[in-house]
């Protein structure tokens, strides 16, 4: 049920974090972001009754235990230390645009 659970939700939305609310590198994750003005979903593990079954069948779908786990496109990115580094080299905000979760700005 679990990863059915977290694979609907990647496939449903074009970026997911799987994330814990107390967690200062989930917070860094979220942030960063909604600064970039993307749209994104935050699931909160700590939060939802079968989060540490969900984050057991991530671990098995992606052998990522730790959180963030970050999702773009349907396509698992990793951690905190993983998205900043695709920030720094450029390579987040075209990865977030082709997964339709920053609008583009058209220029008049």
């Known amino acids: 049920m679990a990863e059915a659970k977290a694979k609907e939700l990647v496939s449903s939305n074009p970026v997911v974090v799987f994330s814990k609310s107390y967690c200062p590198f989930c917070v860094d994750v979220k942030k960063l972001l909604t600064e970039l003005g993307c749209s994104f979903k935050a699931i909160e593990l700590d939060k939802e009754s079968d989060g540490s079954e969900v984050q057991s069948a991530l671990y098995e779908w992606t052998k990522q235990r730790t959180v963030p786990n970050v999702f773009i496109g349907g ?22 645009t082709e997964a339709g979760a920053i609008a583009t700005k058209s220029s008049a």
């Open 75 to 96: 396509k698992h990115i990793g951690g905190c230390d993983s998205t900043i580094g695709l920030h720094q080299g450029g390579k987040l905000v075209p990865l977030l």
